[in-house]
């Protein structure tokens, strides 16, 4: 095949999985992954660049990625600045990319039919960017706003101190997001044009030979190949080699270091982190790293590394020692974190590798604290070293291997079919890690047992090598020194001689073992038939799967009680229960964690909701203990309290969440009839005793009604105006979407998160748009109204190819099938808990939306949106930094010439300000319940 080097038609994939393979290495030696699946509902793709933020030129730190934003913003075959994202959404389609310290990936999806002409749009951006001068002034601005959203972000900031922390000659040290002073403001006083630099590094690193691309379509295998050839082939092979770096930034002078640092939020927090070797070549011993850095926002935080590893423990398949984090990071009886739980130091804890870059890893283990643990670190780490060196002296059983072999081959084997752009963003990163034919296996393989690899780590994971970071507000006002670029508070020294000669000789402690073996691992994958019954006290929904068939299944329930959330006393203590139930089922219900089955339980505002997915040989093995723990509950004396201060500390750092939650939380607050605000939830916590708790849990469950929903592997012996308005507000947002985002965020530069959508809530619904900005709030809110002033003229001009074109991708992304067992139960599960029961909604949705006209969109508009609409209804919630000046919000306001306002904006009615929350909600009447689709009897099917 011409301009082919290689094809391989052999990849291994899961004896489930329907779609169709083929690996392709062009003759500029681009790899390329391309899918077939004639099922799919969406085309996607991706490419993946190996080269991230460690290549940026030391003097302009964040190029690589202020270079993913303006690919974005114009080639040379397509000029217009908005034109990719403009034609991806009156397509039904989306895109997004990001930069790591070694990767740059960007993705796309698309309706099926239009994907030829996006890929060809999209294969400009390797070809001939335009990086315009006057894009280059404007994104600078984008990229600032990116990082000033995340500088109080506490992940963020403990990320870059790693990396700020080490030597500044090594490239790991480096600022990889980059802001207006490293792309803009130094530049120029350096002399240098940041659009040449964009233009070298575009043309230095851009480059077939180190680029990775995949491909989903429904088109066969030949037509998806002969299309990457056709638009790929031209993309030059620079040959370009990717960047190695063998020296750890933990050197010899950053071990055996102890960094204290002061976070935003309330956070006790222990991080150790020791330098290993990179073992990336290993990965068939799953020898790889656990958790692999993503992104340059994604580091090794606890919060974020609890999120990756406990959820997505198979995340791109780099697990490095993946059988010593099986142990450490194993949370039942006998484990590291039960024996810490225990002596009442420590609530959670991560254990397990993380990719650094080409050339270096790292092993970490960090835990949250509680404040009695504060009191105890170096004990705690020595409890770390007395469990390695358990390991350390004894062979590594193959039992161990062999279980954790057994899971990998379960989940390749029955994995869930994957969402086409998370998938192909995913695949073009593995084309860089996995042979070809390994691609969709390398994930989950593990074929060999290698004791001398698991030795070889656990070599490294001793006192000489340490470095421990601990975070708290404890050390406010006594730390000296500040962190460049997002001036977090930190001091910075050698850990004690007398701590170090102790962990060198550390006993082994009898409390700590090996995990028993797991009786969760499934074994039966027969589809089955399991009757339901019901009485006056439980509500049963059902439903066989017949679209997946997979031995998987989803169990729902929404536990009701009127104690749930009377008051805010009750509310906490509702809170509690659950969170100490899940507290004393941790060590049981961990095993099922790992071996596929997964629960969630937590309080809402009419009680409990509770779900159980995964393999559903072991469900009733877990749904049992829960019930029956649940039923028999003791609270634990000594977790009571240490519970009760995690809730505390997660009320009182809402202060400290990005304005944009803020604004999201008193849109909701302002719009619930009842709703506790999260003052008088933190006021009436003090009020919730051990002795009030106790007594409060049987009368909350003396009075329950379930509903619940069963769905998977399983057997069992609207009307028209709420569809006309349903359809009408999704399809006004889908045609406002791109023009909202390219005029507030791309041309007027308001802020980075600009979003607009449908905001639904108990059966109400209307437009929501939202910016987050170092502007001051009335000029954003202002400029939102000018941009809805100028959407009647859009719309009229709008041609009916156009509007054809957004009432199809709307019905696209409707018809958008769910892609896995969960997502599909989970759509059920809100016709159920909505009280609407209209389950085919989609079908009957979209059946109208084709009917709809221009003349429908405008009389919408004009009736409920435009500025004097008689049905207009408008709710603004400013969120202002305290940190914010008059000046400030006086330069902002001179940047828009006051000749842009029209008649209609002066002749808005004033607004008027809220100064009693409670007398406002107080004053609106509540909105009717919406009737049911349908009515349905105690048993249900769907």
């Known amino acids: 095949m011409e301009g082919v080097k290689k094809i391989y038609n052999n990849i291994t994939k899961s004896p489930r999985d329907d779609r169709m393979y083929r690996g392709v290495e062009l003759c500029n030696n681009m790899k390329v992954l391309v899918i077939s699946d004639p099922s799919t509902d969406k085309s996607a793709a991706a490419l993946d660049v190996h080269i991230g933020s460690m290549s940026d030129p030391s003097e302009l730190p964040g190029l690589a990625h202020f270079c993913e934003h303006m690919l974005f913003l114009g080639t040379k075959k397509y000029p217009s600045e908005n034109s990719f994202t403009q034609f991806l959404s009156e397509n039904g389609g989306s895109s997004n990319a990001f930069t790591s310290a070694e990767h740059t990936n960007f993705f796309f999806d698309i309706k099926h039919e239009c994907l030829q002409e996006a890929l060809d749009r999209f294969a400009q951006f390797f070809l001939c960017p335009l990086f315009n001068s006057d894009a280059t002034e404007r994104e600078v601005n984008a990229v600032d706003s990116e990082h000033c959203k995340n500088v109080l972000s506490d992940s963020w900031r403990l990320n870059q101190l790693d990396k700020s922390s080490v030597s500044p000659s090594h490239p790991y040290s480096k600022f990889g997001s980059g802001n207006k002073v490293t792309l803009d403001v130094k530049p120029k006083e350096n002399g240098l044009c940041v659009r040449d630099e964009l233009l070298k590094f575009h043309s230095s690193y851009y480059s077939a030979n180190i680029m990775a691309l995949t491909i989903l379509g429904k088109d066969s295998l030949d037509d998806l190949t002969n299309l990457v050839i056709k638009l790929f082939s031209d993309t030059e092979d620079k040959n370009v080699s990717i960047p190695e770096f063998h020296d750890h930034p933990y050197d010899d002078e950053q071990v055996q270091v102890e ?288 679209t997946f068939h997979l031995p998987k299944s989803c169990l729902l329930f929404e536990i009701t009680s009127p104690l749930a959330y009377v008051d805010p006393c009750h509310c906490n203590m509702a809170h509690l229960f659950v969170e100490l139930l899940k507290d004393s089922l941790n060590e049981y219900a961990y095993a099922a964690e790992i071996a596929g089955v997964h629960y969630k339980l937590e309080n809402t505002m009419y009680g409990i909701f509770l779900s159980i997915k995964g393999y559903n040989h072991k469900q009733p093995v877990l749904l049992k203990k829960i019930f029956e723990r649940m039923a028999n509950f003791q609270v634990d004396p000594k977790r009571f309290p240490l519970i009760k201060e995690r809730c505390e500390i997660a009320l009182k750092n809402f202060v400290a969440e990005p304005p944009h939650q803020h604004a999201l939380y008193y849109t909701s607050f302002l719009l619930e009839e009842l709703a506790w605000h999260k003052d008088d939830l933190l006021e009436a916590l003090e009020e919730v005793t051990l002795e009030k708790l106790k007594a409060f849990i049987p009368d909350l469950l003396g009075r329950l009604h379930i509903e619940c929903l069963f769905h998977g592997n399983l057997t069992k012996e609207c009307d028209l105006q709420a569809t006309k308005s349903n359809v009408l507000l999704e399809l006004f947002c889908q045609v406002i979407s791109e023009p909202c985002f390219n005029t507030l965020r791309t041309q007027e530069q308001l802020g980075y998160i600009v979003f607009s959508g449908v905001r639904r809530c108990n059966g109400a619904q209307g437009l929501r748009v939202l910016i987050q900005s170092e502007k001051e709030p009335s000029l954003l809110d202002s400029r939102v109204e000018n941009f809805l002033q100028g959407i009647e003229d859009y719309i009229k001009t709008m041609s009916e190819e156009e509007l054809k074109n957004h009432i199809e991708a709307l019905a696209v992304k409707r018809m958008d099938k769910p892609k896995k067992l969960s997502s599909e139960c989970m759509k059920h599960w809100k016709e159920i808990l909505s009280r609407q029961y209209n389950f085919d909604r989609d079908n009957i949705e979209v059946g109208f939306l084709m009917t709809v006209t221009k003349e429908d969109v405008l009389a919408f508009y004009r009736d409920l949106l435009a500025f004097k609409a008689p049905r207009r209804h408008k709710l603004a919630v400013h969120i202002l930094s305290k940190s914010k000046t008059k000046n400030a919000d006086n330069e902002s306001k001179n940047e828009y010439d006051e000749n842009e306002k029209t008649e209609d904006a002066d002749a808005l009615p004033a607004q008027t300000v809220i100064d009693d929350i409670t007398a406002f909600k107080s004053s609106l009447p509540l909105f009717p319940l919406v009737p049911p689709y349908h009515s349905q009897p105690t048993k249900s099917k769907l």
């Open 259 to 546: 960094l204290k640092v002061v976070p935003i939020k309330d956070i006790k927090q222990l991080n150790i982190s020791f330098p290993i070797p990179d073992v990336n070549q290993y990965y068939e011993s799953k020898c790889l790293s656990d958790v692999q850095n993503v992104n340059v926002r994604f580091n090794k935080n606890l919060h974020l590394m609890l999120l990756a590893m406990k959820l997505l423990s198979t995340l791109l398949g780099l697990q490095p020692c993946h059988y010593i984090s099986h142990l450490l990071g194993h949370e039942g009886k006998g484990s590291l974190l039960s024996e810490l739980k225990t002596k009442g130091w420590v609530n959670e804890l991560v254990a397990g590798g993380a990719s650094g870059a080409r050339g270096f890893m790292f092993f970490i283990c960090n835990m949250e604290l509680t404040s009695e643990g504060q009191d105890h670190v170096y004990e705690i780490v020595a409890c770390v070293f007395q469990y390695l060196e358990m390991l350390r002296r004894q062979e590594p059983p193959d039992w161990i291997f062999k279980e954790c072999q057994a899971l990998c081959e379960v989940r390749f084997q029955f994995k869930d079919k994957e969402n086409p752009g998370s998938y192909v963003c995913s695949l073009a990163r593995c084309l860089h890690e996995f042979g070809i034919d390994d691609v969709l296996q390398g994930q989950f393989v593990m074929k060999y047992f290698k004791p001398e690899l698991i030795k070889m780590i656990l070599s490294h994971l001793v006192p000489s090598k340490v470095r421990i970071t601990l975070i708290s507000k404890l050390f406010e006002g006594k730390t000296d020194l500040v962190e460049k670029w997002y001036e977090t508070e930190y001091s910075k020294s050698k850990i004690s001689p007398e701590y170090m000669k102790e962990w060198n000789n550390v006993l082994l402690n009898p409390s700590l073992q090996l995990p028993e073996e797991n009786e969760f691992i499934p074994a039966d994958f027969t589809l089955r038939e399991r009757p339901q019954d019901d009485d006056s006290l439980l509500k049963v929904w059902f439903k066989q799967d017949d």
